[in-house]
């Protein structure tokens, strides 16, 4: 380029200062990179302005970002637990997965979902260390309109009542403890055993868990059970069921509870009913349906 | 805390959800911290809403961080360049360094400076590889009201004719080559001689300079040299002198150019100025002063 083509870009100032980054964009990057690009940095610029941070604050924000960076691994996904913490994880599920009023909401993926798992029958006891409250979960899988979905494969996953995923104990849990696939029925219907699930925290030893504990919060997850339920020709539903009672319903650290999410769990002291499903009485009994959007 | 006293929080949804997420900053954590995080999480969300990412697109997201946080080591700061490309480096600095219009305006410090230097005799030549085209830089140090400061003392650094600082270079360049350290005289002059600088990349073999690549951006800084004005009572000077005919004047890659840095280099051919300076005609001439704020 000579000097009479060469394009003449604006020179940085404070008043202009995205316009200025903005103005450098090449003419052919592509328009979604662009949109991108260019949102990215006007908010970060209008968050600059008006936090005016000193120049020890932005370098304490530099070095949280690299620590952040370093802490990530092959099994550790520190820039995960952030987003989950500031609420954007949830805020990215949501606008994905705008549904109308009467189906079943999505949540929060979380890491410890495990692909793969071979079929179980209907009934079975997903709890293989024993430990916890016992639990029966009865559902069913239905559209918009009410109708059964049979055939529909329900994965369904939580922690045991240590506050711990079956992966991050390998050696301590047994092999694929607190995890099952099942399909429904004709009338739509899955069921099994399991253990009430109880609140545990977030990996907290890393800058995440420091940056929770200068803001006042805690590291907590609000008591859930995780599930997937997939159907031919329906959107996929990834979400939970929380316990209604859990001291840290209304403060989940990753803000993936939502008000139709919270089950209805019964407390049981009915013996014949305890030994029918194999359990000592009490126990506890949630019944909640899941209703699945068509694909567009 | 029991039911009665605890507090309730808002559940998260995508309308309101950086309220939700700043409702559960602390009752005791510091004024300036709360300020900080729910600026940051309140322009983060306009981000989102506005962007409306795919959950691959916030992968990417997330994966681009981490690559950024994997890239930074010791002599390495990806997330300054980040800063930097971005235009946030030179907003920061603005926000901290409003002067009145008269006064030398900042620019970036960029991660090549060296502490410590011994203090050179004014006319001492900094280039020691004997690359590049001479140049000799005179200056004065003065107050607002064009009063000369003594005893000021000035680093000046810069990259050799190769587009290397001699960090860059160890073993390569003769140390400490194109830096040097000078004191102002009673009238508050300074000189020395040196080289014209020429324009150089950033490192851009890391996921910073791909993303400038994707952004149809080059990685290149306008040709300049480096100082920091320091005197007692009065605001540190950290700025450049630009080289006027760089191809990069108008698109520094870091934003650090301003008009009023844009130096006026002369082209001197003058056999007998150019020997008395122990250079060879043609050479090149800048005259440029520094105007420093008093602290407040």
Same mark, same amino acid.
């Given at each position: 380029? $000579?000097?009479? !083509?060469?394009? #003449?870009?604006?020179?940085?100032? %404070?008043?202009?200062?995205?316009?200025?980054?903005?103005?450098?964009?090449?003419?052919?990057?592509?328009?979604?990179?662009? %949109?991108?690009?260019?949102?990215?940095?006007?908010?970060?610029? &209008? &968050?600059?302005? %008006?936090?005016?941070?000193?120049? /020890?604050?932005?370098? @304490?924000?530099? $070095?949280?970002? !690299?620590?952040?960076? +370093?802490?990530? #691994?092959?099994?550790?996904?520190?820039?995960?637990?952030?987003?989950?913490?500031?609420?954007?994880?949830?805020?990215?599920? @949501?606008? $994905?997965?705008?549904?109308?009023?009467?189906a079943t /909401?999505?949540?929060?993926?979380?890491?410890?979902?495990?692909?793969?798992l071979s079929i179980s029958d209907n009934g079975t006891?997903?709890?293989?260390?024993?430990?916890? /409250?016992?639990?029966v979960v009865h559902s069913r899988v239905v559209d918009i309109k009410g109708a059964p979905i049979s055939g529909a494969t329900i994965d369904v996953?939580?922690?045991?009542?240590?506050?711990?995923?079956?992966?991050?104990?390998?050696?301590?849990?047994?092999?694929?403890?607190?995890?099952g696939k099942f399909t429904s029925d004709a009338d739509g219907r899955f069921w099994f055993? #399991?253990?009430?699930? *109880?609140?545990?925290?977030?990996?907290?030893?890393?800058?995440?868990?420091?940056?929770?504990?200068?803001?006042?919060?805690?590291?907590?997850?609000?008591? +859930?059970?995780?599930f997937i339920i997939e159907a031919p020709g329906f959107e996929t539903v990834?979400t +939970?069921i929380?316990?209604?009672?859990?001291?840290?319903?209304?403060?989940? !650290?990753?803000?993936?509870?939502? %008000? #139709?999410?919270?089950? *209805?769990?019964?407390?049981? /002291?009915?013996?014949? &009913? @305890?030994?029918?499903?194999?359990?000592?009485?009490?126990?506890?009994?949630?019944e909640q349906d899941f209703v699945l959007k068509p694909?567009?």
């Open positions: 380029m $000579n000097a009479s !083509t060469k394009q #003449s870009f604006p020179l940085f100032d %404070e008043a202009h200062s995205a316009e200025a980054v903005n103005a450098r964009i090449g003419p052919n990057v592509d328009p979604r990179t662009r %949109e991108i690009a260019s949102a990215v940095v006007r908010h970060l610029h &209008a &968050a600059v302005k %008006e936090i005016e941070p000193t120049h /020890e604050e932005w370098l @304490a924000a530099i $070095n949280f970002l !690299t620590n952040t960076g +370093h802490m990530c #691994s092959d099994w550790r996904q520190e820039f995960i637990l952030l987003s989950d913490v500031l609420g954007v994880s949830m805020l990215v599920d @949501a606008i $994905n997965h705008r549904r109308p009023t009467q /909401e999505n949540t929060i993926l979380g890491p410890f979902f495990v692909d793969g006891n997903i709890c293989r260390d024993g430990k916890g /409250e016992p639990l996953w939580q922690t045991n009542d240590d506050g711990f995923y079956d992966v991050q104990q390998q050696g301590i849990q047994p092999e694929g403890n607190l995890r055993r #399991s253990v009430k699930p *109880r609140f545990y925290p977030i990996p907290d030893d890393g800058p995440v868990g420091k940056m929770l504990g200068k803001l006042g919060r805690h590291p907590n997850r609000a008591a +859930h059970i995780h990834i +939970h929380f316990a209604p009672d859990c001291p840290y319903l209304q403060e989940d !650290t990753v803000f993936g509870v939502k %008000e #139709s999410l919270i089950g *209805r769990f019964e407390h049981v /002291e009915d013996a014949d &009913a @305890a030994e029918k499903l194999g359990f000592t009485s009490p126990f506890w009994s949630v694909l567009a």
